[in-house]
């Protein structure tokens, strides 16, 4: 059973008084549960369009898109919403944080969508989520009042913290300086390891792409396979050496 399958997915738009664009076109794509895998492109090759159809925010113009094993086109626009609320989490390079929300209430937002004992245990599960990024004592703390890095973590808290089993990140250590930029991505991989989520990071940054184990190349809307060369057994001579048993697929820093 696959998570997320796209098959032969295109998706082309027609912008008013011109011709038809084909945006995706041909696309292949399977994820399974735990599942790491990378996507680079170049500005323009597609990758938002494609990362719209994986996050089930738009739908494709040919081709199959599966959920769980469910063509999405089956699903009302509310059980896609709900889906998505419920099982994908997604990861941006802006932070998009509520400016007037402490951290904490940031993070109780998308549990006000939840049901049950998820609903009614926001507060409790929210401290948790941000406990396990790091930033238990920053409960209070307005986003102005942390760093870059803190305010990405409190980001990835909110996005994870209904326990989605598709992770989405868009470029998540763009706006990072290179080292909180690592730290942020191992906690990234930390927390889908530990959750057995799937993550599909998409980068332009090779040394981030290179820690996945599936590596994909978009290419003006074309998908390929790529081979991860010398980064990937990089980071697995890295991983290796920390000898961590357990590290997720992105590994140790160096
Ligand atoms: N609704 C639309 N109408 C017209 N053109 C579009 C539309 N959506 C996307 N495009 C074009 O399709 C191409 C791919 O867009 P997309 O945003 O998916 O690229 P991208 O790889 O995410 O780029 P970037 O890295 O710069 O964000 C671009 O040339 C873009 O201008």
Redesign the pocket.
């Known amino acids: 059973m696959s998570l997320l399958h796209l098959s032969e997915v295109t998706r082309t738009?027609i912008?008013p008084d011109q011709p038809a664009?084909t945006?995706l076109n041909g696309v292949d794509l399977t994820v399974e549960p735990g599942d790491r895998v990378s996507i680079v492109?170049?500005?323009?090759?597609?990758?938002?369009?494609?990362?719209n159809l994986m996050g089930l925010l738009d739908q494709p113009t040919s081709g199959t898109l599966t959920f769980d094993d469910r063509p999405v086109k089956s699903y009302s626009s509310a059980e896609r919403d709900r889906v998505r609320g419920a099982r994908i989490g997604f990861i941006f390079q802006q932070f998009n944080l509520l400016p007037g929300r402490t951290a904490l209430e940031n993070v109780t937002m998308p549990l006000l969508y939840a049901s049950g004992t998820q609903f009614w245990r926001r507060k409790a599960i929210a401290a948790e989520m941000l406990e396990q990024v790091g930033l238990g004592h920053r409960l209070t703390s307005l986003p102005d009042r942390l760093s870059g890095g803190e305010q990405q973590r409190v980001a990835i808290a909110r996005s994870l913290v209904r326990g989605p089993s598709l992770i989405l990140a868009d470029e998540p250590t763009g706006a990072l300086d290179l080292d909180t930029g690592q730290t942020v991505m191992e906690l990234i991989d930390d927390v889908a390891t530990r959750t057995g989520a799937a993550l599909v990071i998409i980068t332009?940054d090779p040394a981030i792409a290179t820690r996945a184990r599936d590596h994909y190349r978009?290419d003006r809307?074309v998908l390929r396979r790529a081979d991860a060369g010398v980064g990937e057994r990089t980071a697995a001579l890295a991983a290796d050496g920390a000898g961590a048993s357990g590290a997720g697929a992105f590994g140790a820093s160096a």
């Open positions: 738009v912008p664009l945006i492109g170049r500005s323009g090759s597609g990758k938002s369009t494609l990362l332009h978009l809307g």
